[in-house]
């Protein structure tokens, strides 16, 4: 990699450096949005244009060489196919990360993305609810629900960004939950949870076994991984 830059643009780089030196800087960076919405963002796209300033610093203007350099950078890595974008569904956030070291004399371009993953899942089990579970087996087939065989009927929910619900029906029949048992989930939920429908949010279920009156509730929150990949390394 170190051929691709010249000696005269090392030169360049080297007086950059000072120049941010001056300005009391030995580490500055650029960030490059390098994805919307799950478009393929490819290194073409790049607006160069909107690219002024270090550190989004309006005293800190980026020189029109120092771009030139990037530039050539940015084809070299094309090129050479060591970008890719992320092939995962769901991603918060993925840039191009230019951090420029005055003082090591180093320049780095790194690819950085995150995104949502489930983390592990938990189990919680209720006991003394077995007066609620005849009441409720009672209301149900009041209401013409069929209770199946097994005995088990299921209430997903899921949330995230700040909102969150419940399903709405059972998922082994197509019956609306009982006000009740929709109060006593969400309940659960805010006690044992709190929280489980804010940020990167979470998601599971609850078991109701009407055959021998037991509870259980599976939740699994979700997690930000973050995650970064290499793309050039220059000592200058």
Not at 93 to 117: A, C, M, P, S
């Amino acid at each position: 990699m170190d051929e691709l830059i010249t000696p005269e643009e090392k030169k360049y780089l080297e007086r950059v450096s000072r120049y941010l030196q001056s300005m009391g800087q030995t580490i500055v960076e650029i960030r490059i949005e390098a994805n919307e919405w799950d478009n393929k963002t490819e290194i073409s796209d790049i607006q160069w244009e909107d690219i002024t300033n270090f550190n989004w610093d309006s005293s800190l203007e980026i020189p029109s060489g120092f771009i030139t350099i990037l530039q050539k950078i940015f084809n070299y890595i094309d090129e050479s196919g060591q970008y890719s974008f992320p092939d995962i569904e769901g991603i918060n956030y993925h840039d191009f990360l230019i951090d420029f070291n005055t003082k090591r004399k180093e320049l780095t371009v790194v690819q950085i993305y995150g995104y949502n993953d489930e983390g592990g899942e938990s189990e919680i089990k209720f006991e003394g609810e077995e007066s609620n579970m005849e009441e409720w087996k009672d209301q149900l087939e009041t209401n013409g629900v069929e209770i199946p065989n097994d005995g088990i009927l299921t209430a997903r929910y899921s949330g995230g960004g700040d909102d969150g619900a419940l399903d709405g029906s059972f998922e082994e029949i197509n019956q609306q939950l009982p006000a009740d048992i929709e109060d006593f989930c969400y309940d659960q939920l805010s006690s044992n949870f709190s929280g489980w429908e804010n940020n990167e949010g979470g998601e599971g279920y609850f078991m109701f076994n009407f055959n021998d009156n037991t509870i259980a509730l599976y939740h699994t929150q979700n997690i930000e991984v973050d995650e970064s990949n290499t793309l050039f390394e220059l000592e200058y």
